[in-house]
């Protein structure tokens, strides 16, 4: 019988057994139940919860456990899952970048459930097609027949979708994921196909008959990593699904990042623009420059740098839809295109995959500092890693936690940097 003495990161109860921590999924502080040992790793241990024996005040029953498989908080309270999270930001930081300093107040939304304007699930084959999501580090795929924290009518695409799968017989495997995009009552459908030639596309097609399904796309994957490749071929319908967002218009095409909880985005997005104090400023990667474009009115000049095509040709689209005229986009890689404008800049705004910031980047923010970076981040240890690196010459000013995603363990935080006098 073991007690969760805390719930880390991933979000796993951690105990201790023989001197060594276990760490148990689906187990929450405060916790005691009944926990086998599944693996004995160098210095810890990983354990299965069998019996819970006394139960949190702030577990909450889930109906259908397999949505834990997607939201594995759903066991964990709103109001504790806000804590959790504010908790283990202020942790990492003192920790890792061996700072103590002063988090503020969670950003959030009302909506915990049906948030979602984004799925991507992965299809496997066997008697019949399913689609689903993978479990953690595997290939194995857990159906998905309901997707709780997507809106109604990706819902709604996903039940037809099964619906389809269930009568159509499958000659190969070429088709891997589907990403479905909605904004208001309209959807995008994104298949992502291992070739071209894709053998049930006209059959899927006939029977995608419903009347919100405004556009659907095959795209083209390029390696077996990918959930997206390059090139998409429009099958259906219109080029792009519009997103209206914070006063502005965004034309979303396939491969485009764009937020996928928009009114936490639109808070994200506020905080951003009242932290600037810059006149000039890069958003490094910009996705369609929807921050650049959002603060564009507080700046005099905002440089865009971006990678992704699809993204930028939507951002070029928006900026002129927006009547916007001081956001220029560079389609380029922000390590190769960022030291150009740097003697142009009071403030950089970094917005950059989980990875984080490359070392080349930040090698030039050491050697030519700019007075301010923003540094919107969806990796709380990257974000640290990177601050370490960075704190010779920047502090920190603020953090401010945002929970972009409820139910799940990712964690999203702006960081206001500035350059030490
Ligand atoms: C987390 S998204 C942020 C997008 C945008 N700031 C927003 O709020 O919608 C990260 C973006 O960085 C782009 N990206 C990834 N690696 C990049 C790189 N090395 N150089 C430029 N852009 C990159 C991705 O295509 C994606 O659009």
């Known amino acids: 019988m073991l007690t ?35 693996k004995d790793k160098k210095s810890y241990f990983i354990g299965e919860l069998l019996n819970l024996k006394t139960r949190s005040n702030q577990r909450v029953d889930v109906s259908n456990p397999d949505d834990l498989h997607y939201a594995p908080l759903l066991h964990l309270s709103v109001p504790a899952q806000l804590e959790w999270q504010q908790k283990i930001t202020e942790e990492t930081f003192r920790k890792i970048a061996k700072m103590d300093v002063s988090i503020d107040p969670i950003l959030y939304d009302k909506r915990d459930l049906g948030y979602r304007n984004k799925i991507t699930l992965h299809v496997v084959k066997t008697d019949r097609l399913k ?35 269930q009568i159509i017989a499958l000659q190969d495997d070429t088709l891997k994921h589907i990403t479905i995009r909605s904004h208001q009552q309209k959807v995008m459908i994104i298949f992502s196909t291992t070739q071209k030639t894709w053998i049930e596309k006209d059959t899927i097609l006939a029977h995608l008959n419903l009347p919100f399904i405004t556009s659907i796309y095959q795209n083209i994957l390029e390696t077996d990593f990918e959930n997206m490749g390059k090139d998409s071929i429009r099958l259906y319908g219109e080029e792009a699904i519009d997103i209206h967002f914070g006063g502005l218009k965004f034309p979303v095409k396939p491969g485009a990042f764009f937020q996928v909880n928009t009114p936490v ?5 506020e905080k951003v623009k009242t932290l600037i104090t810059g006149r000039s400023v890069i958003d490094a990667y910009a996705g369609m420059a929807s921050i650049g474009q959002f603060i564009s009115s507080a700046v005099d000049q905002v440089y865009a740098i971006e990678s992704n095509h699809d993204a930028v040709e939507s951002a070029l689209i928006s900026i002129e ?22 003697s142009k800049v009071d403030t950089i705004v970094f917005d950059p995959p989980r990875s984080g910031l490359d070392d080349t980047t930040k090698a030039l923010l050491l050697e030519k500092p700019v007075s301010e970076i923003i540094y919107v981040s969806c990796d709380l240890k990257t974000l640290v ?10 502090r920190v000013t603020s953090v401010t936690p945002v929970k972009m995603f409820f139910h799940t363990v990712e964690t999203e935080t702006i960081v206001r940097l500035e350059m030490n006098k």
């Open 265 to 269: 985005a639109l808070k994200m997005y």
């Open 131 to 165: 689609i689903g999501v993978f479990a953690p580090q595997s290939h194995r795929l857990y159906p998905v027949k309901q997707m709780v924290l997507a809106k109604n009518v990706i819902q709604k695409t996903l039940d037809k979708l099964n619906e389809i799968f």
């Open 321 to 342: 839809n927006n009547q916007i005229n001081n956001v220029e986009v560079i389609e380029n890689d922000v390590a190769l295109a960022i030291e150009q404008y740097l």
């Open 385 to 394: 890693r990177d601050i370490n690196t960075l704190k010779t010459i920047y």
């Open 4 to 38: 969760a003495l805390d719930l880390d990161y991933q979000g796993q109860g951690v105990c201790r057994y023989q001197d060594k921590v276990v760490f148990v999924k689906g187990m929450l502080k405060g916790e005691t139940g009944l926990v086998r040992i599944l």
